[in-house]
């Protein structure tokens, strides 16, 4: 059970931080007329090192593994935009900026998750003895 806890892990912490990374742009998409909001963002590659380092499993039955964890720390990873031009309110969000931003994170989510899904229909091919 650890070789697919292992073999599946990096898959899981990269959707949970993905995820979150979607969740943080589309606060920032909420409060473009918040006075005073600062845009967030996520560092992935520092978010993917803490969530390696903080990954523990736990089997709740022998053919069972489940992770014990909702959400990714992010730490350090998290990080504040400067705003390419400054509003006279101290809002740092720029609707164009995050709505880009937005479609290249809902793309890199759909392909962590297709690389997931491979990772799993190659298990189940060689289950099968294919």
Not at 21 to 33: T, Y
Not at 79 to 103: H, M, W
């Amino acid at each position: 059970m650890k070789i697919l806890g292992s073999y599946f892990s990096q898959h899981d912490s990269a959707l949970q931080v993905r995820n979150q990374r979607l969740e943080l742009i589309s606060e920032n998409i909420a409060n473009v007329s918040t006075p005073g909001y600062r845009a967030k963002d996520i560092d992935f590659a520092t978010a993917m090192r803490g969530a390696n380092e903080a990954l523990t499993l736990q089997a709740t039955a022998s053919r069972h593994i489940v992770s014990d964890r909702s959400e990714v720390n992010l730490g350090n990873a998290l990080v504040y935009r400067t705003p390419l031009n400054p509003s006279l309110d101290s809002n740092t969000v720029e609707i164009g900026v995050e709505q880009a931003k937005f479609g290249r994170a809902a793309m890199e989510y759909q392909a962590s998750l297709q690389f997931f899904e491979n990772k799993v229909t190659s298990i189940r091919k060689a289950l099968r003895g294919e």
